[in-house]
């Protein structure tokens, strides 16, 4: 079966891509545009053609499998500018995601019509690279510079009617998308067309306008290249001729794609891609999950809550009192009034989270629950206690999970009735937010138990990764190794803010004392403590020092910084150097670059530790736990691809 196949509907063609799963714009896909484009002009009978994709969405953009090799014509910028020149106008109809390539097809046609729910856009420098078929000189042309900036520089996709508000689309339609693309094309020939877009005028902003998105994308790429490289594609579209900006565009592309950045993004898009669906549980059906409970209302267990119920799933929120469950409420329903305040939510959508929640302190109420998630405090009694509770009040056959980030699950687990039934899920905080779940199965824990984890994964929009059971599981666990090496660095005379400033330099949002400062030195504090009142060997370090001095971070007012009543800026401390004098050396040089080599090196060892451990199963889930999960930037793909430790 072709994957472009032509209908006719009177004196309107339809042209269907049919290329499952996402209509990727592979060789063939291409060649049948091109031929579409032929057969059509050619034909007496058809004045204009609409352009639909079966399944569930538009053209969502490259075809994967095409990634790193030679390309083959007809190139996709040769095919925008065929079908722009078609003698008969096309109009594009989109439904699901119209993205990079598909939307440049898109804005080949004379025309874009959606359905609502849909959303286009210009991902591209998410895999370190800018729109190659042109992306950066025709959106300027539909929607000017400043909605263009934003949509290619950034790379977030924007739905129907914003897209229709820039003038990106021209018509949304509710529903019956192919029959109202029909009904607007017929409506089309009865009036003067439009201009194509590559010939619509655009108005070039002043100097002082790039100056000033340069600074804008800049700080918000952290160092990837590409969004500051598609910025000059932008302005080449505003100062020089289409064609003249076209090469440029292409030029740039060319040049990216070969690029350590693009080569890295690659690894992480084809990482997360396949996190979802592990290959080993391939084939076990998940369990269905139609309702959930939550134990604990603090700031995670609000968080996971939070999370549950944007995937549409009814919640019940258990705490251990009134009180405490008053708090928790309040805290979940601040999460989606920030949300409204955002503009991610709407008031409705809002009431409509909240009305999915049942509080209360009634175990009773998880009779029925398909799933139920423990989050609270991180200490083994008061867990036990919860699953005690839970055994006498679930259903034999629902799945029990604990948040934990330290323990050891097989302990929380002891004695529990059906363990093939219980797992780990370690959310990252704050749940709502953060991306990354850690998966810990015990040995108990059977395979359909597991693959449901990762549905839910799947559900909540999380990037899933199985862990295997040790202190801390893989993020922590690298995190303890991290901030270990930076403090011995601290010890050879290095300056704590010259070890912040070379891990910003890296792409990092903070550097190890800073985010110390911000999470609160006596969290890492109390689980040493609560090792050595074990009888375990744990050296002193640094940080126990500044904690038993009362110096826990910025709640404080001082942890390895000071900070001045209400201002969250880190300022050098003589009281930490008169603290730690004893026990670091003489002050010493070390180039910034060579620090975050250093660190990173370190953060890899400890991943290829936990490689030879079976702990995880591959180098790649490390670096999406180290993005997701800690802000490893993005564009360095982990540090173990980081540091050629690629598995």
């Not at 890295?264 to 369990?287: Q, T």
Request: glycine share 10%; charged share 25%; hydrophobic share 45%.
């Amino acid at each position: 079966m072709s994957v472009v196949s032509i209908t006719r509907e009177g004196e309107v063609a339809v042209v269907t891509i049919d290329n499952p799963p996402v209509n990727a714009l592979s060789q063939a896909v291409r060649q049948g545009l091109w031929d579409a484009v032929s057969s059509l002009d050619a034909d007496p009978q058809v004045r204009a053609v609409v352009l639909v994709c079966a399944g569930r969405t538009f053209i969502a953009g490259a075809d994967v499998t095409e990634f790193g090799k030679p390309p083959q014509a007809p190139h996709l910028p040769d095919l925008v500018d065929r079908i722009e020149g078609a003698q008969k106008p096309w109009v594009a109809a989109i439904h699901g995601s119209a993205l990079g390539g598909g939307f440049e097809v898109a804005m080949g046609c004379r025309f874009r019509v959606a359905v609502e729910g849909a959303s286009v856009g210009l991902p591209e420098v998410s895999l370190g690279i800018v729109p190659g078929a042109s992306g950066t000189v025709r959106t300027p042309r539909l929607a000017g510079f400043e909605a263009a900036v934003e949509l290619v520089t950034s790379g977030k996709p924007v739905k129907a009617a914003k897209a229709l508000s820039l003038g990106l689309v021209d018509a949304v339609f509710a529903d019956d998308l192919q029959a109202h693309a029909l009904a607007y094309a017929r409506d089309a020939l009865t009036r003067d067309l439009p201009p194509p877009v590559s010939v619509r005028p655009v108005t070039a902003p002043d100097p002082g306008f790039w100056d000033e998105k340069r600074k804008a994308v800049a700080k918000a790429a952290k160092g990837a290249e590409a969004p500051l490289r598609a910025l000059d594609c932008l302005r080449k579209a505003a100062e020089a001729p289409f064609a003249e900006a076209l090469a440029h565009e292409r030029q740039t592309f060319l040049d990216l794609r070969g690029s350590d950045q693009a080569a890295a993004l690659r690894h992480v898009f084809f990482a997360e891609r396949a996190a979802p669906r592990p290959a080993h549980l391939k084939g076990v059906d998940p369990l269905p999950l139609r309702s959930a409970g939550v134990i604990g209302g603090g700031t995670m267990g609000a968080g996971i809550a939070a999370t549950l119920r944007d995937a549409g799933i009814p919640v019940t929120l258990i705490e251990r009192d009134d009180e405490a469950l008053k708090r928790g409420m309040a805290t979940l329903r601040a999460i989606f009034e920030g949300a409204v305040k955002r503009g991610k939510l709407t008031e409705a959508q809002a009431q409509d989270r909240m009305a999915g929640v049942t509080a209360t302190t009634d175990y009773a109420a998880l009779s029925d629950a398909d799933l139920v998630i423990e989050a609270v405090f991180e200490e083994i009694g008061v867990k036990r206690a919860v699953f005690d509770q839970l055994a006498a009040a679930c259903r034999p056959d629902a799945l029990l999970a604990t948040n934990t980030s330290y323990l050891d699950p097989r302990l929380i687990a002891e004695g529990l009735q059906n363990p093939e039934r219980f797992i780990g899920l370690h959310f990252f905080s704050p749940a709502n937010v953060m991306r990354l779940l850690e998966i810990v199965p015990v040995p108990e824990t059977s395979d359909r138990t597991l693959a449901t984890g990762f549905a839910l994964g799947r559900m909540l929009n999380k990037i899933p990764v199985q862990s295997g059971i040790c202190e801390g599981f893989i993020g922590n666990r690298i995190l303890k190794r991290y901030r270990t090496s930076a403090e011995a660095l601290v010890r050879k005379g290095i300056a704590i803010a010259d070890i912040d400033a070379a891990m910003r330099d890296y792409g990092l949002a903070m550097g190890p004392f800073e985010a110390q400062d911000l999470g609160g030195l006596d969290i890492a504090y109390l689980q040493r403590e609560g090792a050595r009142a074990a009888g375990q060997d744990v050296p002193e370090t640094l940080g126990d020092v500044l904690v038993r001095a009362g110096r826990k971070g910025q709640k404080t007012g001082g942890g390895w910084y000071d900070y001045a009543p209400g201002d969250r800026k880190p300022q050098p401390s003589a009281a930490v150097a008169d603290l730690l004098a004893e026990r670091i050396a003489s002050p010493a040089a070390m180039d910034r670059d060579a620090i975050a080599r250093h660190l990173v090196a370190e953060m890899a060892a400890e991943g290829q530790a936990i490689l030879d451990e079976s702990i995880a199963a591959k180098a790649s889930d490390i670096d999406l736990v180290e993005i997701h999960g800690y802000g490893f930037p993005r564009w360095r793909g982990g540090p173990m691809w980081a540091t050629g430790h690629r598995g």
